[in-house]
Structures are given as C-alpha cells and as structure tokens.
C-alpha cells in the first residue's frame, strides 16, 4: 500500500567502532543512499541501544563485561575483527535497532535495521565477525512481547550456527537456513534445520525451507537475516546474479505476507571485491524495495 510506512532503524553510532571493515561500515552508505535517493514509503528511524541487561539474558556475563572493558582481551577479541572502546556502544545501537525493528514489525507487519554482523556469534565469545548475537536478543524481545514462536530465516551464504547454538537460551525460537557455503555449519534439527544447496537450486531450497516450516500461522515474527553474500559479487563467487537475488526477496516476503506473518529484516553479510560500494548498496537496498511492495 502506497501510505504504508517501512521504519527503517539505523544511527551513525552502529558504524562508530573504530574498525574499518564492510560489516562495521556498511550501513552507513545504505543510510546515505537512502538520504540521497529514497526509497518511497521508507523512512530512517533511530533505535534505542541494547542494554547490557539485554545482552546479559542471552549471552554469558563474563562475555558481556568483556565486550564492555576489553578484558580478557582474547574474550574482547573473540569476534575477529577486533576490540576498541567503542565496539560495545556501536553494537549496542545496532543491536538496538535489531530489537526495535522486531518489535515494530510486531506492530505494523513489517519493518528493518540496518545492521550486519549477528548471527555467528555465541552465548560465550563471538565468532567471525559478530559480537553479539543481535537476531537472538531480538527474538527474546519479541517473545516477551507476545510473538509466541519467533523464526529467523537466515538466508545469508554462510551458516547459522551461532544462532543455532543459542536456540535453548530463547524457548520459543526457530531457525530455517539455507546457506552457499558450509561456513560455521551445525547438524539440521528440528528447531534449527539447515540446507546447503548448490547456486542453481537455491531458489527451490529457499521455497522448501520456507514450506518446512510447521504451523506458520502460529509464527508471530520472522527475523530475516537478509544477507547479500550469496550474490557473485558480494562474496561468492560463482553465486546467484541480481534477478535471482530479488527473487530470493519476494519469495521470503510473499511466503510471509500469504501467512499473515510479521518480518523484520536485518542487511547481514555481503562483501567488497569485486563488487564496490555503490554496487553492494543496490544490493542491500534490493531487500528494502521489495519489503516495500510486499506490503
Ligand atoms: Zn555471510
């Protein structure tokens, strides 16, 4: 519907860390794409940032303190890329946003923030690129808000195994993936079930991931993690090409408008080289646009 407004959560402070990498950086050139040529119906909204609290529910204390201080510096420095004083407030904005999105979905059917680097990370370190587990913290949120059950469709090219690793901290979570490389793997479970397909039956995947999925009218939320990663350009190479990544998108935005469930999507993981800047954006802002005219 053309009134339809899409918030769209995003602050300068999640690319505030300090660290130089597309992960920590790339919402900021979306957000200015989006300043400099809007997508309609769509508006940047700023997020209120995750709580220590938030994060100490889901994740082990020794974890969130060294996050905090950046000690041990080994605990600090679990994530890969790093550890500066202010890693925890720029992901706590991000994290935030993850939240606030989910609960505005919640709300109004649909909603986003523009943050990446969540989903390998685990209740006690993080892992490849990720702090803390932002999808997770957003799934409690909803729960506790009513959601009932929470999937996350995590449909960027690496695995989700840091959420599926955190499925027990957060009764009332599901996850289904379907993921291009084996990266951070885990043993398909109900609950957390897993596809590694190759590029040419990837869409199909998605559709049977999707199907798989048992009551859907009882899911009061997707948590879509929306990585561009998959894209040849963006991280795999030999992956899928434009038309099929915006088929991707209306795949998982139909599946869930036709069962009357809310999304909140996430941009997750895509990469530079051979891709630039500008063309990694109009991959993420694929997402945006076609959230917008699944509504
Ligand atoms: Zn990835």
């Known amino acids: 519907m053309a009134d339809t407004i899409i918030d769209l959560y995003w602050s300068e402070a999640y690319g505030a860390s300090g660290i130089e990498l597309e992960t ?6 979306v957000a200015a794409s989006l300043a400099a040529d809007p997508v309609p119906g769509v508006r940047l909204v700023a997020p209120s940032p995750a709580t220590p609290d938030e994060f100490g529910a889901v994740h082990d204390g020794a974890y969130v303190d060294a996050v905090r201080h950046g000690t041990p510096a080994w605990l ?20 935030g946003g ?11 059917g649909i909603a986003g923030s523009l943050s990446s680097g969540l989903h390998h990370a685990r209740a006690g370190e993080g892992n490849g690129f990720c702090t803390f587990n932002g999808l997770v913290v957003a799934a409690r949120a909803a729960l506790r808000a009513g959601a009932g059950r929470v999937l996350v469709v995590d449909l960027d090219a690496h695995c989700g195994g840091g959420t599926a690793s955190m499925l027990d901290r957060v009764p009332g979570m599901e996850q289904v993936d379907v993921s291009l490389s084996s990266f ?5 479970r109900p609950g957390a079930r897993l596809w590694l397909p190759t590029r040419d039956s990837y869409l199909e995947t998605v559709t049977e991931a999707l199907d798989s999925v048992e009551d859907p009218t009882g899911v009061g939320l997707v948590l879509y993690n929306a990585g561009m990663d998959v894209h040849w350009s963006a991280g795999t190479p030999g992956g899928l090409d434009d038309d099929q990544v915006r088929r991707r998108e209306e795949l998982l935005f139909d599946w ?18 051979p891709c630039t800047w500008d063309e990694l954006v109009s991959l993420h802002r694929i997402t945006i646009e076609v959230a917008t005219c699944s509504r």
């Open 256 to 273: 869930a408008r036709s069962h009357g469930i809310a999304v909140a999507f996430v941009l997750a993981g895509g990469y530079l080289s």
């Open 76 to 95: 600090a420095r679990s994530n890969g890329i790093g550890w500066t004083d202010e890693l925890f407030s720029a992901v706590a904005a991000s994290t």
């Open 98 to 108: 993850v939240r606030d999105a989910a609960l505005t979905a919640m709300r109004t």
């Open 184 to 188: 951070d793997e885990y043993a398909s």
């Open 24 to 29: 920590t950086r790339k919402s900021s050139f």
